[in-house]
């Protein structure tokens, strides 16, 4: 199979492989889209079982990150770097600085940033070779953690399914929360502000505990959070929580929360949506913490300084972006993934045009 016959190959603009002999990079940077902007998103490192998973992975994430830019009405494309290799024993300063020239050889149409396997401080070393790097510290465009503001945005969209599908507030609205981690911590304290009852589960003991401390959430082991009875269900874990193993599972009539790629292959969002449940699209959901970064790379271009007016705005839009695609979804009567691939599609084609 060549990269044109890939299933995941979506009119990608660019995908580019990078090896370092000195310092044994192996990276990919897929790029699907500069028609709105230069290409933004994270940098993953992970131990792929082979080259080829690599760049499905790579191909796969910067479709992503072009629709998800494009619902947050950002001016960005989607890119997405991948590093080959195990994050917790192959990491070294000059990786990250080879990676960094690789940044650099595409001349600024992609910016890179954090993503599960790189931190802030391997990022410091590709800060060093590019500066076409966001989400560090240390300058006025800084934007720091993003999870607050995807923690608000979510917030929001789970409070506007509640509106749509029970009619109600959040009050005595149950929710289920899978991970509570950065993003799921933070949308933990502000459901449980707003009044809702809150069931948790995670892997991470010490992380369950203080987030029912703070909250008088009931804490459940991990498979069983599928079978809460609750009213809302919030992926805020890895991507795939919805699969056709799961979903049968689900009491909820909202699925709506922060993980990327919730749903597990292309054919779940019509089961979701053929069992009357109402899911708000993750991409669209938590953009707020690309909406960050996007501010930091615009302080960056500008030299100026990070403006946190400018993120509030937007993250207002994004609510009322979410919910344009629920409604469309309501009184169309398909799948609200459906609309929000077709919204993000036909605003990438009008950039392009
Ligand atoms: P995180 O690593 O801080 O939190 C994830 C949590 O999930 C951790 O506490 C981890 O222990 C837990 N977890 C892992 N496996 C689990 C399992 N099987 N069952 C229950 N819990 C499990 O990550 P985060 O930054 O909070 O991000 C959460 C999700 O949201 C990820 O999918 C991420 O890609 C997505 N996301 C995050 C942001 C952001 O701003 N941080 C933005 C957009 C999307």
């Not at 994270?42 to 072009?66: H, I």
């Not at 609309?339 to 084609?349: F, L």
């Amino acid at each position: 199979m060549t990269l044109f016959d890939s299933p995941d190959f979506e009119g990608h603009e660019g995908v580019h492989s990078f090896y370092d002999e000195k310092t044994g990079l192996k990276s990919i940077i897929a790029i699907h889209s500069t028609a709105r902007g230069p290409a933004a998103g994270g940098c993953r490192m992970w131990d792929y079982s082979s080259a080829g998973a690599a760049l499905t992975d790579a191909l796969r994430l910067s479709r992503g990150m072009s629709y998800k830019n494009a619902m947050a009405e950002l001016d960005l494309g989607g890119g997405k770097a991948v590093i080959i290799g195990d994050s917790r024993s192959q990491k070294t300063p000059a990786l990250f600085e080879a990676f960094g020239r690789a940044v650099d050889s595409l001349g600024g149409r992609y910016w890179t940033a954090e993503d599960v396997g790189v931190s802030p401080a391997d990022l410091e070393s590709t800060r060093k070779t590019t500066r076409f790097v966001a989400g560090l510290e240390g300058h006025a465009a800084a934007s720091g953690d993003p999870s607050p503001v995807t923690a608000e945005g979510v917030f929001r969209g789970v409070r506007l399914c509640v509106e749509r599908a029970l009619g109600r507030d959040l009050k005595g609205v149950h929710v289920a929360i899978q991970g509570v981690g950065h993003v799921g911590g933070y949308l933990a304290e502000k459901l449980h502000a707003a009044g809702a009852i809150l069931t948790i589960a995670d892997v991470n003991q010490p992380a369950l505990n203080a987030v029912a401390a703070k909250t008088g959430a009931t804490i459940v082991p991990t498979d069983a959070i599928f079978d809460v009875e609750a009213d809302v269900f919030a992926p805020c874990a890895l991507g795939g929580a919805i699969s056709a193993a799961t979903l049968p599972r689900l009491k909820a009539r909202i699925i709506a929360g922060a993980a990327n790629n919730q749903l597990a292959d292309a054919t779940i969002g019509q089961a979701v949506f053929e069992r009357g449940v109402l899911y708000a699209p993750d991409y669209v959901i938590n953009g707020g913490g690309i909406i960050n970064v996007a501010a930091e790379i615009r302080g960056l271009e500008a030299g100026g300084a990070f403006d946190g007016d400018w993120v509030a705005t937007k993250l207002d839009r994004l609510a009322q972006t979410l919910a344009e695609v629920i409604d469309q979804s309501i009184a169309e009567k398909r799948p609200a993934n459906l609309v929000a691939d077709e919204i993000a599609r036909a605003r990438i084609a009008a950039a392009r045009a």
